[in-house]
């Protein structure tokens, strides 16, 4: 005696409900994949393309144990103010100095030497970072 068959005939009874899911799902994959994509973009475009303040440090000296120099050059859009902030170490890592030091005016390129007090001998002048405002 024959088995009977317990598929349904293709193509009778329309789309099983795994492959409705299955398309569903790549719906949306696919819209949530483009929208990261653009978040992505966004911040990057904000990151970098609106980054109207950027500074480094050329040259340090610990003048005494109480302050630190520090030859900064910052370079911005004409019309952009804005602050760069430094901190100094001690020679076991410790932070003993930090300021915010403010750029103002129309020069596009500032260089500047600029004194950090500190609480004990800085070992070093590192530039944490430039910011418009």
């Known amino acids: 005696m024959g088995t009977a068959s317990t598929r349904l005939p293709e193509g009778r009874y329309g789309r ?3 492959e409705r899911a299955d398309h569903t799902l790549k719906i949306v994959g696919t819209v949530l994949g483009a929208l ?3 978040l992505v973009g966004w911040l990057g ?3 970098v393309g609106q980054s109207e303040i950027s500074g480094q440090v050329i ?3 610990a003048v005494s144990d109480e302050k630190v120099q520090a030859h900064l050059e910052v370079r911005k ?3 952009a103010s804005g602050y760069c902030t430094l901190r100094s170490q001690s020679a076991d890592g410790a932070e003993v100095g930090r300021a915010d030091f403010r750029f103002d005016g129309h020069e596009t390129r500032i260089d500047r030497v600029v004194t950090l007090r500190t609480t004990a001998k800085g070992s070093t002048a590192e ?3 430039c910011h418009a405002g």
Request: net charge negative.
């Open 45 to 47: 475009y904000h990151y």
């Open 59 to 61: 040259t340090f000296q």
């Open 16 to 18: 099983a409900a795994d």
């Open 77 to 79: 859009d004409a019309d």
């Open 36 to 38: 990261l994509l653009a």
């Open 127 to 129: 530039l944490l970072g």
